[in-house]
C-alpha cells in the first residue's frame, strides 16, 4: 500500500532541491534498480508489484520492500511508460574534494545540460571502463531521474564528482594530457594510442569554455566527410563526441 | 498575427496522421529551419519574431513569412524552450521504393523507437558524409518534432527511407557488406577499413532482430572493459553504438 506520504515525497525527489534536503533519490526499472542495490549505496525503500518482487526475492532480500499495484506506480513514476519497480536510495555526496588518478582515463563535463546527454556519457564511460566523472557545477545533476533512466544502471558504478573544474585542472601535473575537441584540431584518428588522460567534453550550446580550453594538452577533432561545405553538419552532440572520443582513446 | 486556424494546424502537425494528411511538417530554431530553406524541400509558411526576421531577409526572401510574438511562438513551439523561429515546409516522400547504391555507406535501423536516438543517428550520419538512411516499418517516424530537434539540421541533407527491410536485404548483393553489433563478434577495432556497406544498427529493447540477423555478414562488438563481470554496463545505446561503428568504418 502507496501513502500519500510517500507519493508526495516521490514526486518531490524529481527536483534537485528536495533530493539534497532529504539526501535521497529514486530509479526507476530493474536494470537500474537492481545494480543500484548491487552496489554500495543504501536502498531506503523499494515500491514493486507483487510479480517482480517474487522474481526478485533473493535480490531484494534486505531491502524494505512495500508491494503495490502498477496504478500506483504510475503514480510515482517519472516515466511516460511506468516500469514495474521504483526504489529510493540514498544520495551519494558528489562534493567531496576530489583528486585525480593519473594512471587511468577519466572524463570531464564542462556544463553539459542536457539530462539525456549527462546519462548517455555515464553508460558509455562505464562500458569503456571508465570509474569517475567530473562535473562542473553547472553541469545538470546526475541524479536527476531522467539522468538516472538514460545511464541503464551504469550511474551505480561510475562515481560523479561537482566541483570548479578550472581549481581540479591547476592541481594536474603537466604531464597529463588533457583532450579536447575543437574544429581545427588534430584529426582524432591520427592521435597515438594512450594510457591515461582527461577526456574534456564541451557543453551542448558553447563547447568548451575558454576557461578551460587553456588547460587542453591535446586539442583533437573528429574527422567529418562533406560534400559541401557551405552545408554541412556543423557539430556532433556531446554525448556522440564523447562516445567516439572514449573509443579512439580507451579501446585500442 | 498569428491564426487560430494556423495555431490549430502546428499542434496538429505534432502527430504523424497530421502530417501524412497534409504532407507537412515543421521544423523549429534557425539552424533547422535555415538548413530545410537550403534544402530541395518547399517552405510553406515561415512564424519568427521581427528580429530574426530583420537579420535573416536575404535567406527567407522567397518565403511566405508571417511576423509573430514570441509569445506567440511559444502557443505553437513543441519546445520547452522555444526558439524566435517556426516554419512548415512540405513533407517529402519517404516511402517510394528504394534501392542501395552499393558504392557508399548507408545506415540502416531496425525498429528505432526513441526520437532522440533517431534525430542524433541522423546528426551523426550527415557528419560522416553518409547520405541515405533505410529505416524498418516500425522506426519512429523522422519528421516527428523531437527527432527534426535532434537533428540539428541534418534531416535537410540526409535522404530517409521507410520499408521493410527484410524485403530491401533480399536484393543486396553477396559481395557488399552488412555490419552488425552483436555480442561476441569481432572486435570493432579489428576490422579492416572499409569503403562501402551497410551500418545495421537494432532497436533499443531488442537489438538487431533474428529475420535481419541472418543478412549481417560481418557480426562485430564494440569492445568494453570492465573490472567485474557479473556487475557492468550491459550495451551501449544505439545511437552511441552507430557512432562508434560509424566512425570506425567511415572516418579512417
Known amino acids: 500500500m502507496l501513502s500519500k506520504a510517500r507519493i508526495k515525497l516521490i514526486n518531490q525527489l524529481r527536483q534537485k532541491k528536495y533530493r539534497e534536503i532529504n539526501k535521497m533519490f529514486f530509479a526507476e526499472g530493474s536494470i537500474n534498480v537492481i545494480d543500484f542495490i548491487k552496489s554500495k549505496i543504501s536502498v531506503i525503500e523499494l515500491f514493486a508489484t507483487e510479480d517482480w518482487i517474487n522474481n526478485n526475492e533473493s535480490i531484494i532480500a534486505d531491502c524494505l520492500t512495500t508491494t503495490v499495484s502498477f496504478k500506483d506506480l504510475k503514480r510515482i513514476s517519472a516515466l511516460s511508460n511506468p516500469s514495474d519497480v521504483l526504489a529510493i536510495?540514498?544520495?551519494?555526496?558528489?562534493?567531496?574534494?576530489?583528486?585525480?588518478?593519473?594512471?587511468?582515463?577519466?572524463?570531464?563535463?564542462d556544463d553539459i545540460s542536457d539530462p539525456g546527454n549527462l546519462g548517455t556519457i555515464i553508460r558509455t564511460a562505464d562500458w569503456f571502463g571508465i570509474k569517475h566523472i567530473f562535473c562542473s557545477k553547472n553541469t545538470v545533476d546526475a541524479f536527476n531521474p531522467k539522468v538516472v533512466q538514460a545511464t541503464m544502471g551504469s550511474l551505480s558504478r561510475v562515481k560523479i564528482n561537482y566541483s570548479d573544474l578550472d581549481i581540479l585542472f591547476q592541481k594536474i601535473p603537466d604531464e597529463f594530457p588533457i583532450f579536447g575537441a575543437v574544429l581545427n584540431g588534430l584529426p582524432l584518428n591520427k592521435i597515438e594510442p594512450q594510457t591515461n588522460g582527461i577526456i574534456l567534453i564541451g557543453s551542448e550550446a558553447h563547447g568548451i569554455s575558454a576557461e578551460l580550453l587553456k588547460y587542453v594538452s591535446h586539442k583533437i577533432t573528429i574527422p567529418s566527410k562533406s560534400y559541401d561545405s557551405t552545408n554541412k553538419a556543423e557539430s556532433l552532440n556531446a554525448s556522440i563526441a564523447n562516445a567516439?572520443?572514449?573509443?579512439?582513446?580507451?579501446?585500442?
Chains 1, 2 share one sequence.
Request: glycine content about 0%.
Open 244 to 252: 567516439i572520443i572514449c573509443y579512439a582513446l580507451c579501446a585500442q
Open 89 to 109: 536510495f540514498e544520495l551519494p555526496n558528489m562534493t567531496t574534494q576530489a583528486r585525480i588518478n593519473n594512471s587511468e582515463f577519466v572524463i570531464a563535463l
